[in-house]
T-cell receptor
Framework: AQSVTQPDIHITVSEGASLELRCNYS??????LFWYVQSPGQGLQLLLK??????LVQGIKGFEAEFKRSQSSFNLRKPSVHWSDAAEYFC????????FGAGTTVTVRA | EAGVTQFPSHSVIEKGQTVTLRCDPI?????LYWYRRVMGKEIKFLLH????????ESGMPNNRFLAERTGGTYSTLKVQPAELEDSGVYFC????????????FGPGTRLTVL
């Protein structure tokens, strides 16, 4: 069965510092992977997606993610965090229906 | 272009009452999905429509939940009778083309059952 694991429930980062959110998956074939973000009071917004090809994927808001098949990982990164990046982030595997990780809440301190 | 909309944004009901949630997908999107996030848990798939047909309802918790998509446009999710454990945020999403394509999410309906 497919599954997605986000090991970090909560991360606090200083504004301007780098951010990395971890995501591991279990799936029997090449996965379609997504990162979504949910800001307070908002719906889920797609940050980026991986279907195939280049393993380094660029997304919106300055985010990128790297697909590593050998590690079954799809970690999300941002070089310099802004206060507006405070939100909850979800990694998801798309097998026509989405399987989500538990989410990682990011707090940005000044 | 309007995004996915959901109504109501919040609903507070008593145990045993009935509640109906509505989702309006993006125009032209044949695929419509319902998901739910119970407090402290992952977002879980409930069911998937292609146009007006249920393709997969394997995530529906029990027969107190009924989803419909008449005419292949908007969808409703009825909970009857509601129980305490039904509290959570119900998300709707839609996509076009192949089911694996990007799903666009609505803001969710927060349901509280007292």
């Amino acid at each position: 069965a497919q599954s997605v694991t986000q090991p970090d429930i909560h991360i606090t980062v200083s504004e301007g510092a780098s951010l990395e959110l971890r995501c591991n998956y279990s799936y029997g074939a090449t996965p379609y992977l997504f990162w979504y973000v949910q800001s307070p009071g908002q719906g889920l917004q797609l940050l980026l997606k991986y279907f195939s090809g280049d393993t380094l994927v660029q997304g919106i808001k300055g985010f990128e993610a790297e697909f590593k098949r050998s590690q079954s990982s799809f970690n999300l990164r941002k070089p310099s965090v802004h206060w507006s990046d405070a939100a909850e982030y979800f990694c998801a595997l798309n097998d026509y229906k989405l399987s989500f990780g538990a989410g990682t809440t990011v707090t940005v301190r000044a | 272009e309007a995004g996915v909309t959901q109504f109501p944004s919040h609903s507070v009901i008593e145990k045993g009452q009935t509640v109906t949630l509505r989702c309006d997908p993006i125009s032209g999107h044949d695929n419509l999905y319902w998901y739910r996030r119970v407090m402290g848990k992952e977002i879980k798939f409930l069911l998937h429509f292609v146009k007006e047909s249920k393709q997969d309802e394997s995530g529906m918790p029990n027969n107190r939940f009924l989803a419909e998509r008449t005419g292949g446009t908007y969808s409703t999710l009825k909970v009857q009778p509601a129980e305490l454990e039904d509290s959570g945020v119900y998300f709707c999403a839609s996509s076009q083309g192949a089911p694996g394509n990007e799903q666009f999410f609505g803001p969710g309906t927060r349901l509280t059952v007292l």
